[in-house]
């Protein structure tokens, strides 16, 4: 027995310096009942983007001008009617509408690159796809608010303040919907 006793005091003894170690070795890892939600520098945050744009302009003028002059040579019986006279005529009238209509929809995971003062993140996040030999690249900034972030880790793109977004193609597709040299050339000239 009194072995029994002497080894559990041993055992406490060396015990005494022991330290607790975490399974998880990331400083970075939240509580078990925190939420996920983007906070802090490098944590990420997905951007729904969900832009749509519509734009009419239309425009109309119509001008006219005229103008006529007549009269005769002389006074009294000494009258002579040569039956001078000028006149002229002018008039212009023009139409315009520009219709203009783009949808932007996806997804695009985004990196906290500062946190202000005031706890907003500012985010970047940008995506390249190549499918088809076709390069499509999309970029993303700008400002969000933790307020806005949903439960999931998500914002709508329409909640980022100061948003840029950028989305351009490169490969056969964008090279034909655009027109070549000459016709650009062409279009020019037509100006004059």
Known sequence: MKKIILFICLILIFNLNAEAVSVWQNSNQKGLFSDNKAAAVNDIVTIIIVESTNAVNKASTKLSKDSSVSGSVGTGYLEANLGWGSGSKDSFKGNGETTRENTLSGKITAQVQTVLPNGNLIIKGSRMVMLNKEKQRMVITGVIRPRDIMSDNSVLSTFVADAQIEYEGKGV????????????????????
């Open 173 to 192: 597709v964008s090279e034909k919907a655009n027109p070549g040299m000459f016709t650009r050339l062409l279009g020019w000239l037509y100006i004059f």
